[in-house]
């Protein structure tokens, strides 16, 4: 295993690209207070998730979980399933990827291409998130099956420490000057892994974490939210990863909102990312101008926007479903120019 400090011109697994993504400076407060976001869809498969995905194949296969010709079977809204089947592709492991329609398409595109046997707990085609549903069959497909191996990402301490090299990477690109970390908390691994080592050098960092209205992980009402990848819906149970010790505050971003953020971002500066991004980036961006003086803040930017061509950048997809805003996108590019300007 490579990070980019040795990593030879030529490699011969595609996770040998994994790491030290870059740092990208979105906006720019009056009292240079910056915003900077750590562009995690330069991995492979365009998502922090093959970080994690690697180290719970990893870390399995030394306790002897996963041998030659194993079967790899997990839960996944897309991303965690996109780098499993990377990992498993390179290291020829049979993988299983238990779905929903909520998922975006082109992750289970992607997935099929790579190999993934692809099985749905909603035949039905709705777009409901069924998170309970895919891990109870998940954890049932794998009880008792020998060299048979059930990731469980929320509850896989490995999870988070797949994260751990991003909050190195963070810490040398900026010499240790960061003071807020800013990121969506799903499983919790990437955030609170990303915290975990980056406190070690920055003891005083401020932690914020956010997630989908509708999300339960900060405390209730629950709601169907359309985010993808994030949060954790009502019937689901909050993982062992969120680790609210780390967490100095928790925050909701709707849908229209994080979505909107999206959008605009991409019209203003031509990078595109994911829609849970955007709720990132939003929240991030009302903080920005309380931030003291030249402080830095820096977001964990899960993934990039090409995924969500049919959904989140779909102005149909978006109409059907109300979550199209133009004046709350006209406000959030309104807020950019300005702080771009600086």
């Known amino acids: ?33 910056r915003l900077l976001l750590k562009l995690e869809m330069f991995n492979p498969t365009g998502s ?17 979980e996963l041998r030659e010709g194993g079967h790899i079977i997990e839960s996944t809204s ?9 990992v498993a592709a390179e290291r020829g492991y049979r993988f299983t990827a238990v779905v929903d329609h909520h998922a975006a398409v082109d992750k289970l595109r992607a997935m099929s ?15 409901e998130l069924h998170t309970a549903a895919r891990e109870e069959l998940a954890e049932e497909m794998a009880r008792g099956k020998d060299n048979t191996f059930f990731t469980e990402q929320h509850n896989n301490p490995s999870n988070a420490v797949g994260y751990y090299a991003v909050g190195r990477e963070i810490a040398q690109a900026l010499d240790n000057r960061v003071d807020v970390l800013i990121g969506a908390v799903g499983t919790g691994g990437g955030l609170c892994g990303t915290a975990r080592e980056l406190k070690n050098a920055v003891p005083d960092l401020t932690v914020v974490g956010v997630e989908p209205k509708g999300s339960i992980a900060f405390g209730p009402p629950a709601h169907d939210y359309y985010q993808s990848g994030t949060g954790t819906p009502e019937g689901a149970t909050i993982g062992l990863l969120v680790d609210y010790d780390l967490i100095d505050e928790g925050v909701k971003v ?12 991409a019209r203003r500066t031509g990078l595109l990312i994911g829609g849970s991004a955007g709720g990132v980036v939003h929240e991030a961006l009302c903080r920005l101008p309380a931030l003291a003086p030249d402080s830095v803040m820096v977001a964990f930017i899960n993934d990039g926007g090409e995924k969500y061509m049919d959904t989140v950048f779909n102005d149909d997809w978006m109409t059907a479903r109300n979550l199209l805003d133009e004046a709350v996108e006209a406000e959030i590019d309104e807020t950019l120019t300005k702080l771009r300007r600086n």
């Open 1 to 33: 295993m490579t990070d980019a400090l040795t990593r030879p011109p030529v490699v011969s697994r595609i996770s040998d690209l994994i790491g030290y993504t870059p740092l990208f400076e979105l906006a720019r407060a009056d009292n240079g207070a």
């Open 113 to 127: 291409a790579m190999g993934t046997e692809l099985v749905y707990v909603d035949e039905d085609g709705g777009e």
């Open 254 to 265: 709707g849908d229209v909102e994080a979505f909107a953020t999206a959008r605009a971002v």
């Open 48 to 64: 922090a998730k093959i970080r994690m995905a690697r180290q719970m194949v990893l870390d399995a296969e030394e306790r002897g």
């Open 78 to 86: 897309g991303n965690t399933g996109l780098g499993l089947a990377v």
